[in-house]
T-cell receptor, first 114, second 113 residues
Framework: KAGVTQTPRYLIKTRGQQVTLSCSPI?????VSWYQQTPGQGLQFLFE???????NKGNFPGRFSGRQFSNSRSEMNVSTLELGDSALYLC?????????????FGPGTRLTVL | KQEVTQIPAALSVPEGENLVLNCSFT??????LQWFRQDPGKGLTSLLL?????REQTSGRLNASLDKSSGRSTLYIAASQPGDSATYLC????????????FGQGTELSVKP
């Protein structure tokens, strides 16, 4: 069974631009969560989607948004990029939205903002 | 505010040694506690998940324990190997917050041959 895939793996953008990251969950998984990882703040929760609905949201500005499609694939968008948005963005999938399931993480997208 | 703390931040041990990584959490309504491994520049690999009703879980050389009353979890690695070198992260989830995980800052483990 294929794991969680994220595209692209690496991205370089300049301040003010916007970016869209994609995450394909494990087949059969309906929940997708997104996390930002930086050396200073560690791993921080962005949001969770289940059955195309946002179930939970972290403390990030409105520039960070996401969506989920009917096939459970998810995208996150960051508008008006800032230098501080440089990070490893990880998505994780699980079978359900509850917290009984192990979450499986993808390899991440490394975003660099210049 | 829910917080997860991991001590020490870094640990270096000789090959073959048994070791314990520590994780403490403030969430009194913890639902489960997960341990992950992260290799440099890579994603996270799930190691063990302990439900709040459980006291421990074992997988191969790994054993994780959970003590809700004290707000602590430990990951025991037996007979460490150089391939165990990685950053180990623990994360808690709450009854009311679905799949949201609160992560500790991790312990960077180095096992020397």
């Amino acid at each position: 069974k294929a794991g969680v895939t994220q595209t692209p793996r690496y991205l370089i953008k300049t301040r003010g631009q916007q970016v869209t990251l994609s995450c394909s969950p494990i087949s059969g998984h309906r929940s997708v969560s997104w996390y930002q990882q930086t050396p200073g703040q560690g791993l921080q929760f962005l949001f969770e989607y289940f059955s195309e609905t946002q179930r939970n949201k972290g403390n990030f500005p409105g520039r960070f948004s996401g969506r989920q499609f009917s096939n459970s694939r998810s995208e996150m968008n960051v508008s008006t990029l800032e230098l501080g948005d440089s990070a490893l963005y990880l998505c994780a999938s699980s079978v359900t939205s509850g917290n009984t399931d192990t979450q499986y993480f993808g390899p991440g997208t490394r975003l660099t903002v210049l | 505010k829910q917080e997860v703390t991991q001590i020490p931040a870094a640990l270096s041990v000789p090959e073959g040694e048994n070791l314990v990584l520590n994780c403490s959490f403030t969430d009194s309504a913890i639902y489960n506690l997960q341990w992950f491994r992260q290799d440099p520049g890579k994603g996270l690999t799930s190691l063990l998940l302990i439900q709040s009703s459980q006291r421990e879980q074992t997988s191969g050389r790994l054993n994780a324990s959970l003590d809700k009353s004290s707000g602590r979890s430990t990951l025991y690695i037996a007979a460490s190997q150089p391939g165990d070198s990685a950053t180990y992260l623990c994360a808690s989830s709450n009854y009311n917050q679905g799949g949201k995980l609160i992560f500790g800052q991790g312990t960077e483990l180095s096992v020397k041959p």
